[in-house]
């Protein structure tokens, strides 16, 4: 029973990707990033592997997306910061999933901190390597 709501589901996000491709008239790029992007999200939430394929097919799509629309930009940060990461995640979960080490980690108060502290000096830095463009 369980096969079939997981396959209703992931049924249920295409057709739902499908019709907002159809709707604004981008049916292949645009579908192809919705679909994956979503894809990339519910199984991550799930915490399924194949998540990173998504991943990394939403990134090159994503990044081929923002090139034809002139976001330079963003479409650097996906391809220079986001696919690397998809691929490293990827290559990790693989490698940990071989000695069954698999397991969800979670932050304490330090390296929350430390995440958000790098994350804001990190958009800073790409703030101004953008001003150059």
Do not use: H
């Amino acid at each position: 029973m369980k096969v079939y709501q997981k396959r209703i589901k992931n049924g249920l996000i295409v057709i739902v990707c499908l019709i907002c491709s159809i709707i604004s008239n981008d049916y292949i790029l645009g579908g192809i990033t919705l679909i994956a992007g979503f894809l990339n999200a519910y199984y991550m939430a799930l915490g399924k592997w194949y998540n990173y394929i998504f991943g990394i097919i939403f990134n090159i799509t994503y990044f081929v997306a923002c090139y034809i629309n002139g976001l330079y930009g963003l479409g650097m940060f996906t391809i220079c910061i986001y696919l690397p990461l998809q691929v490293y995640g990827l290559i990790n979960w693989k490698k940990n999933q071989q000695n069954n080490n698999v397991e969800a980690k979670s932050f304490n108060a330090k390296k929350s901190f430390i995440l958000c502290f790098s994350i804001m000096l990190g958009s800073f830095a790409v703030g101004f390597l953008l001003d150059f463009i």
